[in-house]
């Protein structure tokens, strides 16, 4: 479990195991703009639907154990702290919407979905356009806005850890801070 003076093991296992797979995900769309035709670029795409999915269900699981734990973390405290946690509650935002619209977007495709072969969505005839639109629309879109509040999250443990020598970081590595 966690407690105020820092996270318990699962929240910083699950928060690295997603930091891992975030990795991989958008080196994938990364590589895709940049070197479309590579082989690497097409082995790491091929991985693009279930990562994701896979990333739906851990952030699920994360917010879940968060919510569970959410009187025992550590506290945001003051005018920063609660800009922190506005931060935080629009990453868990975009976590759940990006998978999601790519998820809505799948089914109204008509193709079916079964990540490591688990048949999540069955196939069908057609196309239902009102639920691919949307998809289409903001999932690339908003991946790259989530992409870059993921690289201000990093640079801001950095940010309290060099410049305001404050060990946030040590609350997601060691569970507990460190005096720097």
């Given at each position: 479990?966690?407690?105020?003076?820092?996270?318990?093991?699962?929240?910083?296992?699950?928060?690295?195991?997603?930091?891992?797979?975030?990795?991989?995900?958008?080196?994938?769309?990364?590589?895709?703009?940049?070197?479309?035709?590579?082989?690497?670029?097409?082995?790491?795409?091929?991985?693009?639907?279930?990562?994701?999915?896979?990333?739906?269900?851990?952030?699920?699981?994360?917010?879940?154990?968060?919510?569970?734990?959410?009187?025992?973390?550590?506290?945001?405290?003051?005018?920063?702290?609660?800009?922190?946690?506005?931060?935080?509650?629009?990453?868990?935002?975009l976590m759940i919407l990006v998978p999601g619209l790519a998820l809505l977007r799948q089914y109204g495709s008509g193709e079916p979905f079964t990540p490591y072969g688990i048949p999540v969505m069955?196939?069908?005839?057609?196309?239902?356009?009102?639920?691919?639109?949307?998809?289409?629309?903001?999932?690339?879109?908003?991946?790259?806005?989530?992409?870059?509040?993921?690289?201000?999250?990093?640079?801001?443990?950095?940010?309290?850890?060099?410049?305001?020598?404050?060990?946030?970081?040590?609350?997601?590595?060691?569970?507990?801070?460190?005096?720097?």
């Amino acid at each position: 479990m966690d407690s105020p003076a820092g996270y318990g093991i699962v929240s910083r296992m699950l928060h690295w195991l997603m930091a891992a797979c975030f990795a991989w995900h958008f080196a994938g769309a990364l590589l895709y703009v940049t070197v479309p035709e590579a082989g690497v670029t097409k082995f790491v795409g091929s991985t693009h639907f279930t990562m994701g999915f896979t990333l739906l269900v851990l952030v699920l699981l994360r917010g879940a154990w968060g919510l569970l734990n959410i009187r025992r973390r550590p506290p945001h405290p003051g005018r920063l702290g609660r800009l922190a946690t506005m931060g935080h509650l629009v990453l868990y935002l975009l976590m759940i919407l990006v998978p999601g619209l790519a998820l809505l977007r799948q089914y109204g495709s008509g193709e079916p979905f079964t990540p490591y072969g688990i048949p999540v969505m069955s196939g069908f005839e057609g196309k239902i356009a009102w639920m691919t639109a949307p998809g289409d629309l903001l999932h690339s879109f908003l991946g790259w806005v989530l992409l870059a509040l993921i690289l201000g999250h990093v640079a801001m443990a950095l940010v309290h850890r060099y410049a305001w020598h404050d060990d946030v970081l040590g609350l997601m590595t060691r569970g507990r801070r460190r005096r720097v």
